[in-house]
């Protein structure tokens, strides 16, 4: 089974950086296109970004709101999917939980994609952004 855990998250000032990680066990991360989700008491969770296998060349993609601003990237080597956040915003604040999808051999995946497309959760990371 493929389990994951986030870490990284925190307490930072308007305009600070965080850098979120998420080390995955139990399979190899080569197969399957990777998510993170982020979520506010009271709301859905959201798509924030998400990155693809290396059959499709590790691309990426990013909600408008945070483009510019949030990094996703991973080291299958290393079983590890990150997610560098500059700039961060008082919106930013939430649970930012890492996903591995339902379909890991078709590879790919959308920043808007549905939380029921992912098979694999972490039990989050709370990033707080506040003056």
């Known amino acids: 089974q493929l389990q994951l855990v986030e870490s990284g998250g925190g307490l930072v000032q308007p305009g600070g950086s965080l850098k979120l990680s998420c080390a995955a066990s139990?399979?190899?991360?080569?197969?399957?296109?990777f998510a993170w989700f982020r979520q506010v008491p009271g709301k859905e969770r959201e798509g924030v970004s998400c990155?693809?296998?290396?059959?499709?060349?590790?691309?990426?993609d990013y909600v408008d709101s945070v483009k510019g601003r949030f990094t996703i990237s991973r080291d299958d080597a290393k079983n590890m999917v990150y997610l560098q956040m500059i700039n961060l915003k008082p919106e930013d604040t939430a649970v930012y939980y890492c996903a591995a999808d339902s379909r890991p051999f078709l590879g790919l995946c959308s920043a808007v994609d549905d939380k029921g497309r992912y098979a694999y959760w972490g039990h989050g990371t709370q990033v707080s952004v506040s003056s």
């Open positions: 990155i693809r296998t290396r059959k499709r060349s590790y691309t990426t």
């Open positions: 139990g399979r190899t991360l080569d197969n399957y296109a």
